[in-house]
């Protein structure tokens, strides 16, 4: 079974400052990680995603993550927070292998940025 | 490619009455998932399609939600009789199943229960 955790449902930063977005999952195969933004009134959008290979990925925006396995942590990251960042932020993982689409997603972390 | 089509955007509709959501997904994608979305409950896994075929639909809240998918190219969610609690934004989204399948969002129908 799989399970994603997002530690935080309300994160606030100010502008410029870092962002950080913890993600937690638990997965019995290899997963594939998911960080997608809802902007309001949106659906939504993938950010960045970790499939196999290199563990630190780069996304859309300035964003990138790293897969730490021994962690079990999919954290996304962002090294100066703009105004135009501020959205909702899902996490999700799903099996990396096999017919099962799945996605199994974290309530997600809302992002305020402050001027 | 013009992305995951849903319509209506908007729906307001009386208690009672039956309501069908629409979905195009991308051409070539042969996953599709509809989603609601509630402020209470997040966002939700109602069911999904591989290749046309339900494959798993426990996320669909009771016998008054049905959806079909009749061919690669188009899928309806249906609510009937629909119920003020069912109002939310319900989602479409597709992927492949081969490679590494990240799902592609439409923008959502807002489905208002009165």
């Known amino acids: 079974a799989q399970s994603v955790t997002q530690l935080g449902s309300h994160v606030s930063v100010s502008e410029g400052a870092l962002v950080l977005l913890r993600c937690n999952y638990s997965?019995?195969?290899?997963?594939?990680l998911f960080w997608y933004v809802q902007y309001p009134n949106q659906g939504l959008q993938l950010l960045l995603k970790?499939?196999?290979?290199a563990t630190l990925v780069k996304g859309i925006n300035g964003f990138e993550a790293e897969f730490k396995k021994s962690e079990t942590s999919f954290h996304l990251t962002k090294p100066s927070a703009h105004m135009s960042d501020a959205a909702e932020y899902f996490c999700?993982?799903?099996?990396?292998?096999?017919?099962?689409?799945?996605?199994?997603w974290g309530l997600g972390t809302s992002l305020a940025v402050n001027p | 490619d013009a992305g995951v089509i849903q319509s209506p955007r908007h729906e307001v509709t009386e208690m009672g009455q039956e309501v069908t959501l629409r979905c195009k997904p991308i051409?070539?994608?042969?996953?599709l998932f509809w989603y609601r979305q509630t402020m209470m409950r997040g966002l939700e896994l109602l069911i999904y399609?591989?290749?046309?075929?339900?494959?798993?639909d426990s996320g669909m809240p009771e016998d008054r939600f049905s959806a079909k998918m009749p061919n690669a190219s188009f899928s309806t969610l249906k609510i009937q009789p629909s119920e003020p609690r069912d109002s939310a934004v319900y989602f479409c989204?597709?992927?492949?199943?081969?490679?590494?399948?990240?799902?592609?969002f439409g923008q959502g129908t807002r489905l208002t229960v009165v």
């Open positions: 997965s019995s195969v290899p997963p594939y």
């Open positions: 051409s070539g994608h042969n996953s």
């Open positions: 970790y499939t196999t290979g």
């Open positions: 989204a597709s992927s492949r199943l081969q490679g590494t399948t990240e799902a592609f």
């Open positions: 999700a993982v799903t099996p990396g292998a096999g017919n099962n689409r799945k996605l199994i």
């Open positions: 399609f591989n290749n046309n075929v339900p494959i798993d």
